[in-house]
C-alpha cells in the first residue's frame, strides 16, 4: 500500500500553521513537508520537516514532490483580496499560476489528492446576498475573486479531463489567534480581539452592519480534513463546495466582545475594503457540503469570542 506523504505550500500562513500541524498529528510528523517562501513559523519548527519553496518554480516544485514521494498536495500559498487589490496582475499571476503548477505536476505524477480553497470572493453584487447558493450568479469583482473563480474552473476541468482528484471549499472570512491573517477583508474580526485587550477599543475599517460569513478556524481545520478524507464518490462538487457557519457585522461582534470587556467601544472608519465588502455574500447556503460529505458547524460567535479572549 502507497503510504501518504503530504506536502503542504504556504504553510506559514494563517491557515497552514494549524493544517499543518493538524495533518502531522494525523499521518505522522515526518509525513507532512511544510513548505513556504518565508522563514520557518516559530509554531513548525521542531515539529517536522521544512523547505523552502516558491511555488512559482515549477521545476523546484516537481523536484520536491518526487523527492519526498509526495502523494497529495495542499495548496495555500496566494495573494489575498485586500493585498490583491493593491496588484492585479500580481495576484492574478501568482493566484493563477500556482494553481496550475500544483494541478499539472498532480496529473504528471498521478498524485493521490490535491486542496486548494476557494473563497465567498467568487461571489459579487449580483448573486443573493442572503443564504447564497451553491449554484447561482457568480459575477466576481475583486482580482481575488476573479482568480478564485477561474481557479474552480480549473479544478473541475483537470477532475473531469484528467482525472486529478481535487477538492476545495469557499472559505469564508477565517478568525484565529495562531498566526496572522495575510491581508484579507475580513481581517478586521481578528484585529479586534487584539485591540480589545490591549486598548479596550477598535476602529473598524468596515462600517457597523456590514454582514459577512465567518468561521472559527477550528472549524475551517476541521472542514478541510473532513472533505479530504471523505470517499471520493461522495464528492460530487468538483469545483469548490459553500461552506457556512456563522454571520456577523462589526457592531455585533462588537457587542459579544463587550458582554466580556464592559468597558470596549468601537468605532467606524470605512476605507477601501468597505466596496470588496459591499460586494460580498452576508450569509452562505452550504446545504450541499452538509448533504455529500457531512459537514456541521461547531462554533457560534459567542462560543468563538469567549475562546478567542482565552487564548490570545
Ligand atoms: P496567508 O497570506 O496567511 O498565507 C499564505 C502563505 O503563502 C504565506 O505564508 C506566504 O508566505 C505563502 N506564499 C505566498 N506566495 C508564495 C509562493 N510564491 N511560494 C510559496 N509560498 C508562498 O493566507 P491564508 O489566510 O493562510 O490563506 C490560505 C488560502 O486560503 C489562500 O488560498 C486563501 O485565498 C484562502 N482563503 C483564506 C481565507 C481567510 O480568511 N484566511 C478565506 C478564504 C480563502
Same mark, same amino acid.
Request: net charge neutral.
Given at each position: 500500500m502507497k503510504k501518504d506523504k503530504i506536502l503542504v505550500i504556504g504553510a506559514c500562513g494563517q491557515i497552514g500553521v494549524e493544517l499543518t500541524l493538524a495533518l502531522r498529528k494525523m499521518y505522522g510528523d515526518s509525513n507532512v513537508v511544510a513548505s513556504d517562501l518565508r522563514e520557518e513559523h516559530d509554531l513548525l519548527k521542531g515539529t517536522g520537516p521544512y523547505v523552502s519553496l516558491d511555488v512559482m518554480n515549477k521545476e523546484m516544485l516537481h523536484v520536491l514532490v518526487i523527492r519526498h514521494n509526495i502523494t497529495q498536495v495542499y495548496l495555500l500559498a496566494a495573494i489575498l483580496s485586500a493585498t490583491g487589490e493593491k496588484n492585479p496582475l500580481l495576484a492574478w499571476h501568482i493566484n493563477m499560476q500556482s494553481l496550475l503548477n500544483v494541478l499539472d505536476i498532480a496529473k504528471e505524477e498521478n498524485l493521490d489528492k490535491i486542496y486548494w480553497p476557494s473563497s465567498i470572493a467568487v461571489f459579487g453584487p449580483n448573486s443573493p446576498a442572503a443564504e447564497t447558493p451553491q449554484h447561482t450568479i457568480i459575477e466576481p469583482t475583486t482580482i481575488y475573486g476573479i482568480s478564485k473563480f477561474a481557479g474552480e474552473r480549473w479544478c473541475e476541468y483537470y477532475n473531469h479531463r484528467f482525472g486529478v482528484d481535487v477538492r476545495s471549499l469557499r472559505y469564508p472570512g477565517l478568525i484565529s489567534y495562531k498566526s496572522a491573517p @495575510?491581508? @484579507? =477583508? =475580513?481581517d478586521y474580526a481578528i484585529e479586534i480581539f487584539h485591540e480589545a485587550k490591549e486598548h479596550k477599543k477598535y476602529t473598524s475599517?468596515? +462600517?457597523?452592519? =456590514?454582514y459577512l460569513p465567518m468561521m472559527y478556524m477550528p472549524d475551517a481545520i476541521r472542514a478541510t480534513i473532513e472533505l479530504m478524507e471523505?470517499? !471520493? +464518490?461522495?464528492? !460530487?462538487?468538483?469545483s469548490a463546495y459553500n461552506l457556512s457557519a456563522m454571520s456577523f457585522s462589526p457592531k455585533e461582534i462588537g457587542a459579544e466582545i463587550k458582554k466580556h470587556i464592559p468597558e470596549f467601544t468601537m468605532a467606524y472608519e470605512p476605507d477601501y475594503r468597505q466596496q470588496i465588502a459591499d460586494g460580498w455574500p452576508n450569509s452562505i447556503d452550504d446545504s450541499l457540503a452538509r448533504q455529500d460529505w457531512g459537514w456541521k458547524p461547531e462554533y457560534d460567535l459567542a462560543r468563538m469570542t469567549e475562546d478567542m479572549l482565552r487564548n490570545i
Open positions: @495575510g491581508g @484579507g =477583508t =475580513t475599517f468596515l +462600517s457597523e452592519n =456590514t471523505a470517499d !471520493a +464518490s461522495k464528492i !460530487a462538487v468538483r
